[in-house]
């Protein structure tokens, strides 16, 4: 297998007010790999291929009072093989003083593209489908983070939801032989929780530990 990826990125903050910061940015990312069979003599699974993707994407931060922050931010992407995405995402938080605790929450959309071995491997076990729609998403979360210790230790609870289409799945397509492929299984949602701690009581020295169902 070989596999290479490159990746050059510029972005500039504007410090617009004490309130309020900007910043712009261009990435430029390329992809390019093979794979090979492990078994017997050595066949090619998926001739070396390419994928790149440019993008274009804008961030506002923005303390409409003390202690509220709101967040928006947008991106272009025009991927070679995918096409081009808009997505975007707004955040928000506001920060108790008086408990030391913050409430936050944002809402989002998300665009993945299929990776170059779903796109095209020749492997009867894994086909590739060159048919392969990018998957889009939208999703939303809130949640609740609490400090203590002089902000040394934290502890947070979010709720998470997602809604997905174009949902990238692999399936069997021959059971007896367990050959399969990838294909696009329309809409699918999640939701869950996330609880998490950290701590950071000694310098240079940070611990998180987590759970998501």
């Known amino acids: 297998?070989?596999?290479?990826?490159?990746?050059?990125?510029?972005?500039?903050?504007?410090?617009?007010?004490?309130?309020?910061?900007?910043?712009?940015?261009?990435s430029f990312d390329a992809y390019t790999g093979d794979f090979y069979s492990?078994?017997?003599?050595?066949?090619?699974?998926?001739?070396?291929?390419?994928?790149?993707?440019v993008a274009f994407y804008a961030q506002d931060e923005w303390e409409v009072v003390k202690n509220l922050f709101l967040t928006g931010a947008a991106r272009f992407d025009n991927y070679s093989q995918a096409g081009s995405a808009f997505t975007y995402r707004f955040t928000s938080a506001y920060l108790v003083e008086k408990t030391n605790t913050k409430f936050r929450g944002s809402?989002?959309?998300?665009?993945?593209?299929?990776?170059?071995?779903?796109?095209?491997?020749?492997?009867?076990?894994?086909?590739?489908n060159p048919n392969l729609e990018p998957e889009?998403?939208?999703?939303?979360?809130?949640?609740?983070?609490?400090?203590?210790?002089?902000?040394?230790?934290?502890?947070?609870a979010s709720y998470f939801q997602n809604h997905i289409n174009n949902l990238i799945d692999y399936i069997l397509t021959d059971p007896?032989?367990?050959?399969?492929?990838?294909?696009?299984?329309g809409t699918a949602n999640n939701n869950g929780v996330e609880l998490s701690a950290e701590v950071s009581l000694f310098k240079k020295w940070n611990t998180r530990i987590a759970y998501t169902y």
């Open 38 to 53: 492990a078994y017997g003599n050595a066949s090619t699974f998926m001739p070396t291929q390419s994928q790149t993707d």
């Open 107 to 128: 809402f989002g959309s998300g665009f993945k593209a299929p990776d170059l071995y779903q796109l095209y491997s020749v492997d009867r076990y894994a086909l590739g």
């Open 136 to 156: 889009k998403s939208i999703g939303w979360d809130v949640g609740i983070d609490q400090y203590f210790l002089n902000d040394r230790v934290k502890l947070s």
């Open 1 to 26: 297998n070989n596999a290479t990826n490159y990746c050059t990125d510029w972005m500039n903050v504007f410090q617009i007010s004490r309130q309020n910061r900007l910043s712009l940015g261009i």
């Open 176 to 185: 007896v032989n367990y050959y399969g492929t990838y294909i696009n299984t």
